[in-house]
């Protein structure tokens, strides 16, 4: 079981390394999904390598933030979900979202995406130091299109020093 942790631990590595953006995790229910994410994030140990050209990465200094945001049923609500991913963020960079919460209040809240985008500009300012990692984990109780779509929207724009694991 261990060969098989730190092999699994060394391809998590290689996905950072290489810069993707999206780390899938998939396997059965019960087999150890949350632990593996959670053991590799714990026992953090590579050398980042940042994005210099494809040919000639360039190292990282700073190691990476993570930051996790634990799903269940109840989070199928998109506004919900804006929030709680607002408040995971800031476990990593704090006041980040700050903006795009009172965006979110009544009486004339502005689109997800819209506030989304406005997170995300943040983010790509404050993250041009270091790495950042964001853990949706149990993402697969998520049902509501419109999450999907802001997830979505998330992966196609994300910046460049942060990574999303599900």
């Known amino acids: 079981a261990c060969a098989v942790r730190a092999r699994l631990f060394d391809q998590l590595d290689a996905g950072l390394r290489q810069g993707h953006r999206l780390l899938l995790i998939c396997a059965p229910a019960g087999f150890g999904k949350t632990t593996l994410l959670s053991e590799w994030i714990g026992n953090f140990r590579l050398p980042i390598l940042g994005f210099g050209s494809e ?7 700073h190691n990476p933030q ?6 269940d049923d109840d ?4 506004t919900r979900f804006l929030l709680y991913l607002l408040a995971a ?20 809240p502005l689109q997800l995406t819209t506030i989304l985008t406005i997170l995300l500009n943040r983010l790509a300012a404050t993250l041009s130091e270091g790495n950042l990692l964001l853990a949706l984990d149990d993402y697969h109780v998520i049902e509501q299109p419109a999450i999907h779509d802001l997830v979505a929207f998330l992966l196609d724009h994300l910046p460049p020093h942060m990574h999303l694991a599900v």
């Open 55 to 61: 040919s000639h990465p360039q190292p990282i200094t």
């Open 66 to 71: 993570f930051c996790w945001l634990s799903l």
């Open 75 to 78: 989070d199928n609500d998109p």
């Open 89 to 108: 963020l800031e476990t990593a960079c704090p006041d980040i979202g700050a903006d795009a919460r009172a965006m979110i209040q009544p009486p004339q």
